[in-house]
């Protein structure tokens, strides 16, 4: 079917975008024991207010505002999107293997089930906000992720969650080289 020239479409193509990740191998995912403690700390991580999918999904939604006026931002932001669906992958393996259950939810310290929410998010329609929102939330992770570390006492989880911050890093450094070229 030939393009009809009444037709709107998008000319910024998304085709060959890897993850923004380093050029670093995972360590195994794997766990000590079970341990369906970590596993609800793990699901902050995964679903919270501070989470992969929060990241996911905040991302995605920029590339789409994005795409049709910032080709080369947009293929940015879902390389590093794609990155951290590696991570909720991840974390989801993580959390199975502890003997948690994958959902959307988490539960509060209090046993209330709280479900992920886009409300997490911070929709902008300016680049500079979304850059700005995008390394606020990479180091909210970053911080997320350490604190979660001095509680999980299983050394292959840890492992496994020092990975995912370099890339974290490795975000800001991206974010910030995105920031100094608008």
Not at 6 to 12: G, K, Y
Not at 163 to 179: A, F, K, N, P, T
Request: proline fraction near 5%; hydrophobic fraction near 40%.
């Amino acid at each position: 079917m030939e393009p009809n020239r009444n037709h709107m479409s998008n000319d910024c193509d998304m085709s060959g975008i890897k993850p923004a990740m380093l050029e670093l191998r995972y360590p195994p995912v794997q766990v000590e024991r079970r341990n369906p403690e970590y596993a609800g700390i793990l699901a902050f991580d995964y679903c919270g207010p501070v989470s992969e999918l929060s990241a996911i999904t905040q991302y995605i939604n920029n590339e789409n505002r994005l795409c049709l006026t910032a080709c080369p931002l947009a293929r940015a932001l879902l390389g590093i999107a794609l990155a951290e669906m590696m991570h909720l992958q991840k974390l989801g393996e993580l959390i199975q293997l502890l003997g948690g259950e994958v959902s959307f939810s988490v539960r509060q310290p209090d046993g209330r089930q709280l479900l992920w929410t886009p409300d997490y998010l911070s929709l902008s329609r300016d680049a500079r906000r979304m850059l700005c929102a995008a390394i606020e939330a990479e180091r909210d992770a970053i911080a997320q992720y350490e604190a979660h570390m001095r509680k999980i006492k299983d050394e292959c989880v840890n492992a496994v969650l020092r990975r995912i911050v370099r890339d974290e890093d490795y975000h800001i450094v991206l974010l910030r080289g995105l920031m100094e070229e608008l």
